[in-house]
C-alpha cells in the first residue's frame, strides 16, 4: 500500500488555508465523539476533515486517499469496533487510513471499553509503540472535546517553535512585500528523464542575454513538468525576488493574460488603467522569473509579453507553448519525447536490465507503475514487455503514465498486447487528424484506448467534467457530473483519479480539488459535443456556480470574509467563463445572477471596472428587457453603484432612483438601503437630501442586521458630517462604524474608515491622534496593497507632515499619492478635491515650484509599501529632548 506523505515542512497558513485535521473513526458507535471532536477542532479555526464517504460498502478510494494527503494532522478515536472489512481488503477502512496518514503528527484517543475486537484491540497496541503518536484514554465525548482541544493547541506551538528558523538562518533574500508570496504547484510525482533538459534550460536563463526562453512540444510532452522543475531549481538558489507560476489553461481571451499574471502576483487590477502598466509598476527594478504555461491559446498575447519585458530588465519568462512566440530575443527549446530503448520489436532472448534501466522513457514507465502497484519493479520477466511498450507509446511521458496506470488490473504482457492491439488498429486507420505527426496520433490514440477502458458512466463524467475551465471540487462535480442523479459521481470520479485521466490538487484550499490536463481536456470536450450534451453541461456548471454566488455574497459581507474571498479567488476562473457564456448566450439573468452578489468582491479585489463593463452589455441584450423584477433590480444597483466608483456621481442617480422605486415593490427591505445609500452619495452636492436618504439607510439596515451595508453607510453619513463642517459628528458616525466592521472583521472596510477617522481628527485638530488613524490604516493597505486606498492614507500622512512644519516630506507623500491614483486610472474623489488641492497649494508655496516638483518626483519613484513605510517614520514626532 502507498503511504500518503506528510505535508511539507511547517510554516504559517493563510487564512483560507487552515490547518486541517483528519479524524478517523468509527461512525456509528462515535457519531457523538465525532461531533464534540468537529467542535473542538472549529473552536480552534481550525479545518475538520470528516470523510464519511469514505465509510461506504465500496468506498472511492482514490478521494479517501486525496482527502487523507490533503490533512495536516491525523486524529484517531477508537472504542469497541474494528469496523467494516471490505471484500478482498485486508484491513479495515479504519486500519487503513492509520496506516495512511504517514508522518503526520498523530494525536490517539482511546474511549475506555470492557470489550474490544480482537483486531482493533491488537492495532492500538500497535499504535502504542508508534512513537509518532500521542496516545490517551477518555471516557466522554465532553472530555475528548477538551483533550484535543488542548493538545491541538499543543501541538501547533511545537510546530510553530520547531519550524522558525534563528533570525541569522533565516534566507536572506524575503519576497517582494507588496507581491503575493511566490508558490509554485508541487507535482505529485517526481520528474523523471528530464535531467539534461532542465540543466540546459537553467542555464539558459542564467545567461544575461536571454530573457525569453519557450519551451516547445506537442501536448503530452512534459513541457510543464520540466518547467516546474526548472522553477523550483530557480527559486531554490535564491538569487531572485521571486518565481511566479501561471497556469493560463483556464484563459481563452489573450486580453486576460496580463490580468492573470497580475493574479498569480497579487497585483489587483485596480482603476482604468490597463493592467499591464501595474505590472510594470509593480515588477520594475526587480529580479523576477516567471513562468507561463499553456501560452499557444492566448498568441495575440504575445506582443504584451515583449511590452514587460522591455520594460522591466530584471524579469525573465519561461513558457511552454505548443508554438514559438516569435517575438525578438525567445529562445526556443524543442521538448522531445523521452529515448525509449534500442529495437524495433518483441525481445525473446535474455534482456539487460541495467541497460534497459537506463532509458528514461522506460524510468518514468516504472516509475508511474510503481505509484499504483508499490511492489512492481523492472524484471527479467516483465522487461522485454516493458519496453516494447514504451517503444510503442514512442516515449511520450503522458501516454506512459496512461499506460502504466492499467498496471494496477494488469500485467505488462497483458497491457502490451491489448494497447498494441488497439494502437495497431487506430494508427492504421489515421485516428485522429490524418496531418497530424506519428508521436501526436500516437498519443491521441493512447488517450482513446485509455477512454474506451472506462465504463459508460465514467465516460459521461469525463466528458462533462471538460466544461470546468479551471480546478472544481467534489461538490463542483457532483452538481455538473451528474443530470438528475443519472449517475454515481463520487465513484466515477474516483475511477478517473485511477486511470490518471484526472488529477488531484491538494495544494490549494480546504479540500482537494481535481483538474485534467489540458490535452485530455480539450479530447474530454470532443466527447462532450457527440454525445450532444454540451449545452446541458455547461448551463449545470452556470446553475451550480449561481447557487455558489447567492451562498458567497452573504458570507463575504460577514465575518469569515476573507475564507470565503479566498473561495471566490478559487472559483474564478469559471465564474469569467460562465459570465461569458451567459453574455455570448443571450442569458442576462444568470449574467446578473453570477456577478451582482459577489459587488463585496469585486470591490476589495479591484475589480469594479471590469464588472462595470459586463453590466453595460448585459444591459444591452435581447434577455435583459425579460428579466424577473428582483434580477432587473440587482441590475440598476450594479449600473448605478458601478458609476459612482467611476466618479460618475451625476450619471448614477437615474439608475439608483429607478432602484428605490422598484424595491418598494418589491418589498426588498436589505436591497432597498443598498439602493438609499448609493441614492445618498449620488446626491452628496444635496446635503438635506443626501442625510435623509442614508439616515433612513441606515434605519433600514440596522433593523434587517445587515453589517456590512451599516458599516458602509455609516461612514458614507460620516463623510457628509465632515464636509458639513460637523467633525465630532464624523468621528461619532465612522466610530460607530469602525465597531461594527471590526465584528465582522473586514480589512478593506477597516482601512477606509480609519482613513476617514484620521481627517476627522485632523480637522478636530488633534494631529496626534490623526497620525494614530493614519498609521492603523497604513498597516492594512500594506497587507491588502490596495493602490487607491493607500493614496488617500499618503495624503492624510503628507497632512500631517505639513502641520509639522515637514512640507518636503509632504510633497514626497503627496507625490507618491498621485503616482498610486495614475497607476490605477483614478481621480481623487469630488468630495476630497479641494482639501487635496488646498494642500498641494500651501505645500508647493512653502517650497517653491522647483523643490516641489523634485520632491513630488521623488515620492511618484517610491513604491506603495515603501511609501508607506515611509510616511509613518517621517511623521513620527521627535523624541523630547531632556533639559
Not at 12 to 32: G, H, K, M, N, W
Not at 236 to 245: E, K, M, Q, T, Y
Not at 835 to 859: C, F, I, M, W
Request: glycine share 8%; net charge negative; charged share 25%.
Amino acid at each position: 500500500m502507498t503511504e500518503v506523505s506528510a505535508a511539507a515542512g511547517p510554516g504559517i497558513s493563510t487564512p483560507d488555508r487552515r490547518v486541517r485535521v483528519f479524524v478517523s473513526s468509527t461512525l456509528q458507535e462515535l457519531a457523538e465523539e465525532r461531533q464534540a471532536a468537529r467542535a473542538a477542532i472549529s473552536r480552534l479555526r481550525l479545518t475538520p476533515v470528516m470523510f464519511e464517504l469514505g465509510a461506504r460498502p465500496h468506498p472511492p478510494r482514490e478521494l479517501y486517499r486525496a482527502y487523507l494527503a490533503q490533512s495536516d494532522v491525523f486524529v484517531g478515536i477508537y472504542w469497541q469496533r474494528y469496523g467494516w472489512l471490505a471484500p478482498g481488503e485486508s484491513v479495515s477502512g479504519l486500519e487503513d487510513e492509520y496506516l495512511l496518514s504517514g508522518d503526520r503528527p498523530k494525536l490517539i484517543y482511546v474511549k475506555s471499553a470492557a470489550d474490544r475486537e480482537p483486531r482493533l484491540a491488537d492495532l492500538l497496541t500497535r499504535v502504542q509503540d508508534d512513537d509518532r503518536a500521542a496516545y490517551k484514554p477518555f471516557d466522554s465525548a465532553e472530555e475528548l472535546g477538551n483533550l484535543l482541544a488542548d493538545d491541538l493547541a499543543v501541538l501547533l506551538t511545537e510546530v510553530f517553535t520547531a519550524g522558525w528558523p534563528p533570525a541569522g538562518e533565516r534566507p536572506a533574500r524575503e519576497a517582494p512585500q507588496d507581491l503575493r508570496p511566490p508558490r509554485l504547484p508541487v507535482p505529485p510525482t517526481a520528474i523523471v528523464g528530464r535531467e539534461d533538459e532542465a540543466g540546459a534550460v537553467a542555464a539558459l536563463l542564467h545567461d544575461p542575454g536571454i530573457r525569453l526562453v519557450t519551451l516547445v512540444g506537442p501536448g503530452g510532452i512534459g513541457k510543464t513538468r520540466l518547467a516546474l522543475e526548472v522553477a523550483r531549481s530557480a527559486a531554490a538558489a535564491g538569487d531572485l525576488d521571486g518565481v511566479w507560476f501561471v497556469d493560463l489553461a483556464p484563459v481563452s481571451d489573450p486580453a486576460l493574460v496580463p490580468e492573470a499574471i497580475a493574479a498569480a502576483l497579487g497585483v489587483r487590477p485596480e482603476g482604468s488603467r490597463p493592467v499591464l502598466d501595474l505590472l510594470v509598476d509593480r515588477l520594475q527594478g526587480r529580479r523576477v522569473l516567471l513562468v507561463l504555461d499553456n501560452f499557444e491559446q492566448v498568441l495575440p498575447a504575445a506582443p504584451q509579453l515583449a511590452s514587460l519585458l522591455a520594460a522591466c530588465p530584471g524579469v525573465n519568462l519561461l513558457v511552454t507553448s505548443r508554438t514559438v512566440l516569435r517575438l525578438r530575443g525567445e529562445q526556443e527549446v524543442s521538448l522531445a519525447a523521452l529515448p525509449t530503448p534500442p529495437g524495433d520489436g518483441p525481445v525473446d532472448g535474455p534482456v539487460d536490465l541495467a541497460a534497459l534501466g537506463r532509458s528514461a522513457a522506460v524510468r518514468l514507465f516504472v516509475a508511474r507503475a510503481a505509484a499504483v502497484r508499490p511492489a512492481f519493479e523492472l524484471t527479467s520477466t516483465n522487461a522485454a514487455a516493458v519496453a516494447e511498450l514504451c517503444r510503442r507509446l514512442d516515449g511520450i511521458p503522458l501516454a506512459l503514465e496512461l499506460a502504466a496506470a492499467q498496471l494496477r488490473l494488469l500485467t505488462p504482457a497483458v497491457l502490451l498486447r491489448r494497447l498494441g492491439e488497439r494502437l495497431d488498429r487506430q494508427l492504421d486507420l489515421a485516428a485522429g487528424p490524418v496531418d497530424l505527426p506519428s508521436r501526436q496520433r500516437t498519443l491521441r490514440a493512447t488517450v482513446d484506448w485509455s477512454y474506451s477502458l472506462l465504463g459508460e458512466a465514467e465516460k459521461a463524467l469525463l466528458a462533462r467534467l471538460s466544461v470546468f475551465a479551471g480546478a472544481w471540487t467534489l461538490e463542483g462535480a457532483e452538481a455538473v457530473g451528474a443530470a438528475e442523479g443519472d449517475l454515481d459521481v463520487l465513484d466515477g470520479l474516483s475511477s478517473l483519479v485511477a486511470h490518471s485521466l484526472v488529477s488531484v490538487d491538494t495544494g490549494v484550499g480546504d479540500e482537494p480539488r481535481f483538474r485534467m490536463l489540458d490535452t485530455l481536456r480539450a479530447y474530454a470536450g470532443e466527447r462532450l459535443v457527440e454525445r450532444g450534451e454540451r449545452e446541458a453541461s455547461v448551463r449545470r456548471l452556470s446553475d451550480y456556480l449561481r447557487r455558489f454566488a447567492a451562498e458567497a455574497g452573504p458570507q463575504l459581507a460577514g465575518p469569515d470574509n476573507r475564507a470565503w474571498a479566498a473561495r471566490v479567488d478559487r472559483e474564478l476562473d469559471d465564474l469569467r467563463s460562465m459570465i461569458r457564456w451567459a453574455v455570448a448566450s443571450d442569458d442576462a439573468e444568470a449574467a446578473i445572477r453570477l456577478t451582482a452578489p459577489l459587488f463585496t468582491y469585486w470591490w476589495s479585489r479591484g475589480q469594479l471596472a471590469s464588472m462595470r463593463a459586463v453590466a453595460e452589455e448585459v444591459s444591452v441584450l435581447p434577455s435583459a428587457s425579460r428579466l424577473p423584477s428582483d434580477a432587473a433590480a440587482l441590475l440598476l444597483w450594479a449600473r448605478g453603484m458601478f458609476r459612482i466608483s467611476a466618479g460618475e456621481v451625476a450619471e448614477s442617480e437615474p439608475f439608483l432612483q429607478r432602484l428605490v422605486d422598484l424595491t418598494a415593490e418589491l418589498g426588498d427591505s436589505d436591497l432597498r438601503a443598498h439602493a438609499l445609500a448609493g441614492l445618498g452619495l449620488a446626491t452628496i452636492d444635496r446635503r438635506d437630501r443626501a442625510r435623509e436618504l442614508m439616515d433612513e439607510a441606515i434605519e433600514t439596515f440596522r433593523r434587517v442586521g445587515d453589517r456590512w451595508g451599516l458599516a458602509f453607510a455609516l461612514s458614507a453619513r460620516g463623510q457628509l458630517a465632515l464636509q458639513s463642517g460637523d467633525p465630532a459628528a464624523a468621528t461619532a458616525l465612522h466610530t460607530e462604524a469602525l465597531a461594527v466592521i471590526n465584528a465582522i472583521d473586514n480589512d478593506h472596510l477597516r482601512a477606509q474608515v480609519d482613513d476617514l477617522l484620521g481627517l476627522d481628527a485632523m480637522a478636530a485638530g488633534d494631529l496626534a491622534g490623526a497620525r494614530s488613524r493614519f498609521a492603523d490604516a497604513a498597516e492594512v493597505h500594506s497587507r491588502l496593497l490596495d493602490q487607491e486606498g493607500s493614496g488617500y492614507c499618503l495624503d492624510g500622512f503628507a497632512g500631517i507632515a505639513f502641520a509639522q512644519g515637514r512640507p518636503e516630506v509632504a510633497a514626497r507623500l503627496m507625490g507618491a499619492a498621485a503616482h498610486a491614483r495614475e497607476v490605477v486610472g483614478v481621480a481623487v474623489w469630488p468630495a476630497m478635491q479641494p482639501l487635496a488641492e488646498a494642500l498641494a497649494a500651501a505645500v508647493r508655496g512653502a517650497l517653491g515650484d522647483s523643490a516641489y516638483a523634485r520632491a513630488t518626483g521623488e515620492g511618484a519613484a517610491m513604491r506603495i509599501t515603501d511609501a508607506l513605510s515611509y510616511a509613518r517614520q517621517a511623521t513620527a514626532p521627535e523624541p523630547e529632548k531632556d533639559s
